[in-house]
């Protein structure tokens, strides 16, 4: 059964400092909606981040398709990342780079903290997949530590398209993963198309979903829409993530908000039943 608690009351006693901040923004702003900003001109992604910062809790990135100019990369991107981080603080939204890392706990540590991107020292929350078991955990909690702000973990239990090896047995096993004590405070949740655990004591894993749109279709690539509804509403989703709904629109402030109203309703029918 979908989770009938309200983002706020789960904003108390969420077992990871990232997830209760989200939680209560969240509940603060009415809204479950995350921007996918998936575009590669730094300057626009911040352009519609000042737009659509107000209706977001979250916002996600994936810092390696950018096209950050060649030779001043390192400071562009440091100086991209500073300007997300003050729109952050500026609209109330967290920071979810969507890096899905999938290595060895020890090379995890050396992308999740340095290269040219240091995605921990600026993104709040980032994702993992199980494939490599849970050294890659360990690993990426070690760095999460050495931060001194709240950082949260999702891991991905199944994906949004076509094919995809997620799911089923895979599925259970991640959640056997995300369930052990050494990480209690830092794996927050799932990247999943429905609920997933809730069967142990103080167990809430933020389920955020991908794959939707106004309504159901795909886009040619394996990617399958479904709506808002049936994720929040009917699967017990928490957070819907929207790429090229709004990123690709004419009005995108308009579709954003029709995402977000719709979102929460689904959201605000689910807890009320
Ligand atoms: P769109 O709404 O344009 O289809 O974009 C979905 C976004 O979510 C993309 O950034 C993609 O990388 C990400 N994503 C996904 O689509 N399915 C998954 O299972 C996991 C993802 O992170």
């Not at 429905?194 to 990617?223: A, C, H, N, R, Y």
Request: hydrophobic share 35%; aromatic share 6%; charged share 25%.
């Amino acid at each position: 059964m979908p989770s009938t608690q309200t983002y706020e009351s789960r904003s108390q006693t969420h077992p990871t400092a990232a997830g209760r901040k989200l939680l209560q923004i969240m509940a603060q702003k009415r809204t479950n909606l995350c921007l996918s900003v998936d575009h590669t001109d730094p300057e626009k992604i911040l352009a519609l981040v000042r737009q659509l910062g107000p209706k977001i809790c979250l916002l996600k990135t994936h810092i390696d398709i950018i096209a950050f100019p060649p030779t001043t990369a390192a400071s562009s991107i440091k100086s991209f990342t500073t300007k997300l981080q003050e729109l952050s603080r500026e609209h109330a939204f967290m920071i979810f780079e969507d890096r899905k890392f999938a290595d060895i706990g020890s090379t995890v540590q050396h992308q999740y903290r340095g290269g040219v991107y240091e995605i921990a020292s600026w993104a709040d929350i980032t994702n993992a997949h199980a494939v490599p078991g849970p050294g890659i955990i360990r690993g990426l909690k070690e760095v999460a530590d050495g931060i001194g702000q709240p950082r949260g973990l999702l891991l991905l239990a199944e994906m949004s398209s076509k094919g995809n090896l997620g799911g089923g047995e895979y599925q259970q096993r991640t959640l056997a993963m995300a369930r052990d004590r050494e990480w209690r405070g830092f794996v927050m949740g799932f990247i999943a198309m429905k609920e997933v655990g809730g069967g142990e004591e103080g167990e809430d894993f933020i389920v955020m979903t991908p794959g939707v749109g106004l309504q159901v279709g795909g886009d040619g690539l394996g990617q399958q829409y479904r709506t808002p509804e049936e994720v929040v509403g009917r699967d017990g989703c928490d957070v819907v993530i929207v790429g090229r709904g709004i990123v690709g629109a004419d009005d995108p402030v308009a579709i954003a908000e029709v995402y977000r109203e719709r979102s929460w309703r689904a959201y605000e029918g689910r807890v009320k039943k």
